[in-house]
Nanobody
Framework: VQLQASGGGLVQAGDSLRLSCAAS????????MGWFRQAPGKEREFVAA????????LYADSVKGRFTISRDNAKSTVTLQMNSLKPEDTAVYYC??????????????????WGQGTLVTVSS
């Protein structure tokens, strides 16, 4: 499985950014996907997750109402739309695919495959 994340960059507080993750290697539509992030000096934390069919989504409290996760199973992509960005959203963002074909979770240990990360920097 290969996951390729893209879309990061430098933005100002209040701006929007759209991250994408392209997957290959196994049946994308069978697996939940997640986005995680890691800020400098901090542990990796959950951001959002989506079930295999896209009907169920989970969000960290810190991003609820500002970020939206979606997926296109025909294109094997998952997207994170980030609005009203804050400086504390600055981090490397990683997409990940669940190990097993079960529901979405926020636990990093449930995800077996990880993208290379894309840096999001939000200036104040």
């Amino acid at each position: 499985v290969q996951l390729q994340a893209s879309g990061g960059g430098l933005v100002q507080a209040g701006d929007s950014l759209r991250l994408s993750c392209a997957a290959s290697g196994r049946a994308f539509s069978s697996y939940a996907m997640g986005w995680f992030r890691q800020a400098p000096g901090k542990e990796r934390e959950f951001v959002a997750a989506i079930s295999s069919g896209g009907s169920n989504t989970l969000y960290a409290d810190s991003v609820k109402g500002r970020f939206t996760i979606s997926r296109d199973n025909a294109k094997s992509t998952v997207t994170l739309q980030m609005n009203s960005l804050k400086p504390e959203d600055t981090a490397v963002y990683y997409c990940a695919q669940r190990r097993l074909p079960v529901g979405a979770t926020g636990r990093p240990s449930d995800y077996a495959y990880w993208g290379q990360g894309t840096l999001v920097t939000v200036s104040s």
